[in-house]
């Protein structure tokens, strides 16, 4: 159950923080729509901490786990997705300067 919160955490991340399809998505919607102004997607559907909070008591519930631990794996993980967010971008960024160097 923890990794697969943990790759659930992963995921959320990944999709919204680092994809940029939330941007892309808001930006589609308000030239579909004609809006003068930018359109927002609402939490929790923009919010990698809240996507990943409801989307892991969902997974629990279903898989009948529900427990004080569990909801308590499930804050840590959400409240470790930006700490995610920011370690993957700087494994991506040495990458980068690792390629940028070899080049």
């Given amino acids: 159950m923890i990794i697969d ?16 399809v939330i941007e892309h998505l808001e930006t589609f919607l308000t030239k579909l729509f ?13 919010c990698s901490l809240c996507m990943t909070f409801w989307s892991g008591i ?4 279903c898989n009948s786990e529900l427990s004080i631990t569990s909801i308590a794996i499930v804050c840590l993980c959400a409240l470790l997705s930006s700490t995610l967010n920011d370690v ?16």
Avoid: A, E
Avoid at 8 to 13: A, G, L, Q, S, W
Avoid at 34 to 46: E, V
Avoid at 58 to 61: A, E, Q
């Fill in 5 to 20: 919160l943990i790759c659930m955490t992963f995921i959320m991340v990944f999709i919204i923080d680092i994809s940029g």
């Fill in 58 to 61: 969902i997974y629990i519930i």
């Fill in 88 to 103: 993957i971008n700087v494994i991506i960024n040495n990458i980068k300067k690792l390629l940028n160097k070899i080049y």
């Fill in 34 to 46: 004609k809006s003068k102004f930018q359109l927002h997607i609402p939490r929790p559907f923009s």
